[in-house]
C-alpha cells in the first residue's frame, strides 16, 4: 500500500490524543463525550431528515 500522508497525520493527531489520556480507554471515550456536546452541530444521527436535493432552475 502507498503511503498517504493525509491518512499518516490523522493517525499521529489520533495518538497525540490517546497520549494526552495516557492512553486510558475510559479518559478517551469521555474525552470524545466532551468534544460532542461542545459541538453538537458536527453530530450526525440516523434518524436526520432527508431533505429535497433537486437542483432549482437558475432562471
Known amino acids: 500500500m502507498k503511503p498517504d500522508p493525509i491518512i499518516d497525520a490523522i493517525r499521529e493527531v489520533r495518538h497525540q490524543i490517546s497520549e494526552s489520556v495516557n492512553h486510558d480507554a ?30 432549482k432552475d437558475a432562471a
Open 26 to 55: 475510559r479518559k478517551l471515550v469521555e474525552h470524545y463525550r466532551k468534544l460532542q456536546e461542545r459541538h453538537p452541530e458536527r453530530i450526525l444521527s440516523h434518524s436526520v431528515e432527508k431533505t429535497d436535493t433537486k437542483i
